[in-house]
Nanobody, 115 residues
Framework: QVQFVESGGGLVQPGGSLRLSCVAS????????MRWYRQAPGNEREWVAS?????????NYADSVKGRFTISRDNAKNTVYLQMDSLKPEDTAVYFC???????WGQGTLVTVSS
């Protein structure tokens, strides 16, 4: 079945960086656009970034993370990444990856930005 396993979260100070990974399985990864979402405590899940099907494909970002986050993918490894720089306390959330058009979610990985 479709599975997503996110990793790379943790506690980081404001201004710091983290790199999230998401390994996908159970579907043809290379033909799906991939996306990152996040959900902060008490908030609804929100879209963060998207990438088209190719390794090195076109990307889009939410205004709140534009210029600080970078989404990428490696189709040979069925993996999508989210490089997060200049982190802010408001980036604190559980981060999830998802394939566009597939209603499946992993457990997510918790990112906490705090001094």
């Amino acid at each position: 079945q479709v599975q997503f396993v996110e990793s790379g979260g943790g506690l980081v100070q404001p201004g710091g960086s983290l790199r999230l990974s998401c390994v996908a399985s159970g579907f043809s990864f290379s033909v799906y656009r991939m996306r990152w979402y996040r959900q902060a405590p008490g908030n609804e899940r929100e879209w963060v970034a998207s990438i088209t099907t190719q390794t090195g494909g076109s990307t889009n970002y939410a205004d709140s993370v534009k210029g600080r986050f970078t989404i990428s993918r490696d189709n040979a490894k069925n993996t999508v990444y989210l490089q997060m720089d200049s982190l802010k306390p408001e980036d604190t959330a559980v981060y999830f990856c998802n394939a566009h058009g597939l209603d499946a979610w992993g457990q997510g990985t918790l990112v906490t930005v705090s001094s």
